[in-house]
T-cell receptor, first 108, second 113 residues
Framework: RKEVEQDPGPFNVPEGATVAFNCTYS??????FFWYRQDCRKEPKLLMSVYSSGNEDGRFTAQLNRASQYISLLIRDSKLSDSATYLC?????????FGTGTRLLVSP | NAGVTQTPKFRILKIGQSMTLQCTQDMNHNYMYWYRQDPGMGLKLIYY???????DKGEVPNGYNVSRSTTEDFPLRLELAAPSQTSVYFC????????????FGDGTRLSIL
């Protein structure tokens, strides 16, 4: 089993839609979780941290379910500029473990 | 506010040549990492360092070497370039420990011909 698993997509959605991604992880001892965004041929950038209580940043909401070992990202009112690959990340021994990403395409 | 700086941004090498990819950070981060990313694929960890003088292998270290003589710098060395090392290389750093988010440089695009 991979340490972090994500549906590669692509998720094709129209502008204004709500879209959700899930990610499962295998390391039950992981302490920190993040969502990163990566644009084509660019470096990954931190989108948001994920807390047990759930957290929201504008149109983005992240949730952590430790019992089922998954994290989620919800994007409301999708914009064209949200088109990117979203990487699920959790902590391993002395390093972060990155998923391979879920690709989102938002169309007009 | 420089953050993580990588040089060069682009490079073409011939098979068998060697080069050093430079990475420096000005955030006083303890942890530093090197990744490679092949087209359409995820990040693969090459080497990492938890502090000056300490380095360790990631999942794909063969063909690479690193050193960490200062907190700021973490160069990656390719000794005998091979076509399989054609990739985008990202350097990243994090503060204090591995539970902190990583900050990435904007990458070095390397082609081996």
């Amino acid at each position: 089993r991979k340490e972090v698993e994500q549906d590669p997509g692509p998720f094709n959605v129209p502008e204004g839609a709500t879209v959700a991604f899930n990610c499962t992880y295998s390391n039950s001892a992981s302490q920190s979780f993040f969502w990163y965004r990566q644009d084509c041929r660019k470096e990954p950038k931190l989108l948001m941290s994920v807390y047990s209580s759930g957290n929201e940043d504008g149109r983005f909401t992240a949730q952590l379910n430790r019992a089922s070992q998954y994290i989620s990202l919800l994007i409301r009112d999708s914009k064209l500029s949200d088109s990117a690959t979203y990487l699920c990340v959790n902590t391993g021994f002395q390093k972060l473990v990155f998923g391979t990403g879920t690709r989102l395409l938002v169309s007009p | 506010n420089a953050g993580v700086t990588q040089t060069p941004k682009f490079r073409i090498l011939k098979i068998g040549q060697s080069m050093t990819l430079q990475c420096t950070q000005d955030m006083n981060h303890n942890y530093m990492y090197w990744y490679r990313q092949d087209p359409g694929m995820g990040l693969k960890l090459i080497y990492y360092s938890v502090g000056a003088g300490i380095t360790d292998k990631g999942e794909v270290p063969n063909g690479y070497n690193v050193s960490r003589s200062t907190t700021e710098d973490f160069p990656l060395r390719l000794e005998l370039a091979a076509p399989s090392q054609t990739s985008v290389y990202f350097c990243a750093s994090s503060y204090k420990n591995s539970n902190q988010p990583q900050h990435f440089g904007d990458g070095t695009r390397l082609s081996i011909l």
